[in-house]
């Protein structure tokens, strides 16, 4: 079974921007992989989505701002995350939606 770690969150400013990586431990070709976040005292929501044919899907607050991307040959997704705000503070999840594993989560915290 595939593992997954994520890395890259922090604090940073609003209007700045951070990049979270998600290395798989296995080849993630051909699965589905998303990003996902919890804030405080909420369920976990979907972020962004991108299929094994690299098709996209956002949600609604972050269209434009974020980007998913994978590079299969180093079996890592990415999701870049630029304008950040304040709502955007959450833990963020990598998921192989393929299998239903989930990484261990990275801290993101965008300040005022």
């Known amino acids: 079974q595939v593992q997954l770690v994520e890395s890259g969150g922090g604090l940073v400013q609003a209007g700045g921007s951070l990049r979270l990586s998600c290395v798989a431990s296995g080849s993630i070709r051909f699965n589905a992989m998303g990003w996902y976040r919890q804030a405080p005292g909420k369920q976990r929501d979907s972020v962004a989505t991108i299929s094994s044919g690299d098709t996209t899907n956002y949600e609604d607050s972050v269209k434009g701002r974020f980007t998913i991307s994978r590079d299969n040959a180093k079996n890592t997704v990415y999701l870049q995350m630029n304008s950040l705000k304040p709502e955007d503070t959450a833990v963020y999840y990598c998921?192989?939606?393929?299998?239903?594993?989930w990484g261990q989560g990275t801290q993101v915290t965008v300040s005022l």
């Open positions: 998921r192989d939606i393929w299998y239903g594993v």
